[in-house]
Structure formats: C-alpha cells, structure tokens
T-cell receptor, first 114, second 113 residues
Framework: SQKIEQNSEALNIQEGKTATLTCNYT??????LQWYRQDPGRGPVFLLL?????KEKRKERLKVTFDTTLKQSLFHITASQPADSATYLC?????????????FGKGTKLSVKP | SQTIHQWPATLVQPVGSPLSLECTVE??????LYWYRQAAGRGLQLLFY??????ISSEVPQNLSASRPQDRQFILSSKKLLLSDSGFYLC????????????FGEGSWLTVV
C-alpha cells in the first residue's frame, strides 16, 4: 500500500533562517503532491500543490520541490518568522482528483524561535 | 465563495452513547465530501468519503457510519461510542472545478469518557 512519511516530527529553527521539511513516499508517484498548514485545534489549510511533471513551485516565501526519482518532496520556508510556527502536512493525491482521496503524512511541527 | 461548517465544535460523551456530527458546505454543488479523524500522534485518517447523495465509501472498518442525505450535508454517526473513538474529527470538501485542493472544516473535538 502507498505510504507517506514526514521524516521529522518536530523542527526547531531560529527566526530568519530557512526551514526545510521533508516528505517521502513509497510505491507510486502521485499525480499531485500537496502541502498544508495546521494550527493547533484547527483544520489544515492548503498551501501549495505541485504536479508530477513539475520540479519546483514557489509562493511568496514558500518553495516546494518534487523529485519523482527520489520519491521525495521538500518544503522550504525562507526568512522564517515565529508566525510560521505550525504543523505542516504533506499529502499525496494519487489520481489527480478522479477518486478525490488524499493520503496525509503525520506532519512536522515547526517552531520558529525569535 | 464556498464555506464549510461542522458542529458541534466540542463534545464529551460517555462510552456506549450515540454520536452525531454534522457538516454542511455552502457555495458549491455536488462536492466530494470527506470525514477524517486525527488522533494524537497518528496523523489524518480518512474515515469516509462521498461522491454524491447516498453514496458512501468507508475506508476503515469501525463502529462509525456516515450518511449524505442532501448534496451538501454529511453526517458522521455512531450507535455506541468506544473510548478509542476519541479524537479530532474533520469534515472536508473538494470539487474538481475548484482545483485539486481539499478544504477542511473547523473540526470537532470528541472525548469519550
């Protein structure tokens, strides 16, 4: 069965540094890979989506890469701020919406210290 | 714009009691609807999804059930709660016309005592 792993349960960094979160998967490469942010006690909020034929996607201070050879996605937050502290989830979208199910990782809790 | 609401936000229920969580979506039609559960340290687990009225697919065998009586209404139920049913329950929707992202509700905290 398809598995998804986010290597770190927690990541602590200093304000202003770049945070890099890792998402690895097994078996099939998904049509899409998505990243979400979840604050405590709230539902996840969509951040970025990257397609299997894309290498990199950017949105403001966020950057996502997708390496189907390594079966890995990296999520970067540059010039991190304490407000970026949250849990970040990656999700596999195997079929690009035809079945509509996402497989989520357990998340990485990011703490940005001032 | 589309919105999703689920309730109640918090509830404490005794073991063996029934459960009903309700979710409604506004501003779209014929969405895919989902119920997820998030237990501590276990990530998001897909429980049920629905692609249309009366169409329910179960991902995990358990004592929960789901129903979709109307296009934009999704209900999660149980006849008898177990301690292991405690967790954070999230309703979500998705529509191909809205891209491939999934939109979550505010969540419902369930504690079974």
């Amino acid at each position: 069965s398809q598995k998804i792993e986010q290597n770190s349960e927690a990541l602590n960094i200093q304000e202003g540094k770049t945070a890099t979160l890792t998402c690895n998967y097994t078996n099939y490469s998904p049509a899409y890979l998505q990243w979400y942010r979840q604050d405590p006690g709230r539902g996840p909020v969509f951040l970025l989506l990257i397609r299997e034929n894309e290498k990199e996607k950017r949105k403001e201070r966020l950057k996502v890469t997708f390496d189907t050879t390594l079966k890995q996605s990296l999520f970067h937050i540059t010039a991190s701020q304490p407000a970026d502290s949250a849990t970040y989830l990656c999700a596999l979208d195997l079929y690009g919406g035809s079945q509509g199910n996402l497989i989520f990782g357990k998340g990485t809790k990011l703490s940005v210290k001032p | 714009s589309q919105t999703i609401h689920q309730w109640p936000a918090t509830l404490v229920q005794p073991v063996g009691s029934p459960l009903s969580l309700e979710c409604t979506v506004e501003g779209t039609s014929n969405p895919n609807l989902y119920w997820y559960r998030q237990a501590a340290g276990r990530g998001l687990q897909l429980l049920f999804y629905s692609v249309g009225i009366g169409q329910i697919s179960s991902e995990v065998p358990q004592n929960l059930s789901a129903s979709r009586p109307q296009d934009r209404q999704f209900i999660l139920s149980s006849k008898k709660l177990l301690l292991s049913d405690s967790g954070f329950y999230l309703c979500a929707w998705r529509h191909l016309r809205s891209g491939n992202t999934i939109y979550f509700g505010e969540g419902s905290w369930l504690t079974v005592v």
